[in-house]
């Protein structure tokens, strides 16, 4: 935690859990306060199981964004001898990069 010049505090934190209970708090010391997050560089990875291996990875790409908003950096398909011919995993990686302003 800082306290900034401009008379603000800052809190840093990697644990959601935490930040969701800062993010609820209504008053600190008996005044009334407004928490606006700042979100950088937020990278999160999904796995889908079962997904055929005769659909090309572009369209899959293009699916999820169309239906979900989301902008994916990353797919990568994983095949291995065990995994059977049909299906395979896929994992997608998406990034946000989103900031608030802070009052």
């Known amino acids: 935690m800082k306290f900034t ?3 603000r505090l800052i809190f ?3 644990d959601p ?19 606006d997050p700042i979100w950088e560089n937020m990278t999160s990875r999904f796995l889908l199981l079962c997904i ?7 369209e899959l790409v ?4 169309q239906n979900n908003e989301i902008v994916i950096t990353q797919m990568r398909r994983f095949v291995t001898q065990e995994t059977s011919q ?7 990686t998406v990034h946000w990069h989103l ?3 802070v009052d």
């Open 5 to 7: 010049r401009s008379g």
């Open 12 to 14: 840093t934190t990697f």
């Open 17 to 35: 859990v935490c930040t969701a209970q800062i993010l609820n708090l209504e008053k600190i010391l008996e005044t009334l306060v407004r928490f």
């Open 52 to 58: 055929p291996t005769k659909i090309p990875l572009g």
């Open 62 to 65: 293009d699916e999820l964004k």
């Open 86 to 92: 049909e299906t395979s995993l896929v994992i997608y």
């Open 99 to 101: 900031l608030a302003r």
